[in-house]
């Protein structure tokens, strides 16, 4: 089956230039596009193959999320928490960790396809995600799979495991991520931050990574809290710790934050040649401070930490806060932007491929052309202008609305599991 998107200005995602265009885009994983003169007559076009008008839009690759938590969906507009955290660790203990611990598996389903619609809305087309759910863990992320499976978003999952619940939830999240990995999904082995990972479990963790060919998904030095207690529990920084383990050897491990290193663990993470995601909102939002991420290493993605699902404006987010921390540019505020697509070609992540496509009905007050195309990424387009999706080279958006699933419907079920998930958590004390 072809789709074909008729009279189009295409934007290589590389190159940035700009072709006026019809293209023909195949289905299925291992497909892809190709710039085509005119399209086929109609007697030509085989059954199934589609025809969209595209004149006066621009369409290029669609984009990837470094760093999500679709765990935490739920939570918009959630009563206030039992306590007024005042620091980072209790924004963890009364808000998030609270949430979490009361998720199940119904809930997280909700979640997942809530976001997922979210993601594929704005354009997200591949989810890196990172989920916790430490009383519901058997199945968690088969379900968020089969969740975004359904959506039609590719996807790279983890648990993130760790000690904070004791031996139980911490063996539950080490046996889910070697079922999911096992059973031919691909994820990483996920951990929450060194400040709730014994050694044991990073040994594990580490082990079980190695075992499936992949690296680990863990947040790093988010706040000082996480160094303070590293350095207090096991007398190193903790990008120390984690070479010393041999974490850093795994090449695909995201470390997302990375705001509180030393001159060392920066030498650290450039030599390793490990990825970083940066979340800016997030880090605004507990003020947890922002990092130089030039200073660390060129291996940036850009991640929302599960603040929403719209990765343009994650990029504008990191740009705007990277005029006072490093002094950035458009060119390397679209290089962070794009990378998830490199990171995805490096180590063979499944589904993030060229015939995934947005088409952007952008209202432009002066010229798009290959030479000022990135004033407009920063200035100008946003996810209000995404009107159809395409992933694999099938349809999930088209014109603003869902192909895959229905979005009210979905809706529907997400408030009826938000209110059962608030109730529960006015119940059950912190
Ligand atoms: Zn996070």
Redesign the pocket.
Known sequence: MTLYLKNAAFVDWQSLKVTGTCLAVEEGPQKGISLIAAIPPQDKLAKGDRVLDCAGKLVTRSFGCG???IYSTLARGMPAPQKVPVNFVEILKYIWWHLDKCLELEMIEASALASGIFCAKNGVTLIID?HASPFAIKDSLFTIAKAFDRVGVSHLLCY?ISDRDGEGPREAGLAETDAFLTGGYQGHVGLHASFTVGDGLLEKAIALAKKHDTGLHM?VA?DLADQEETITRYGRRVVERLQQAGALDLKTSIL??CIHLSKHEKELMRESGVWV?Q?VE?NQNNNVGLAPYKSITDKVLL?T??MHSDMLRSAKAAFLAGQATEGIGFDEIYRRFRNVHRYAREFGVRGDTENNLVVLNYDAPTEVTSDNFLGHFVYGIDSRHVTTVICQGKVIVEEGKMATVHEAEVLAFAREMGKRLWDKMQRVQV
């Open positions: 760093h999500h938590h990172h993130e947040h988010e997302s934050h995601a979340n997030s991640g930490d599960g």
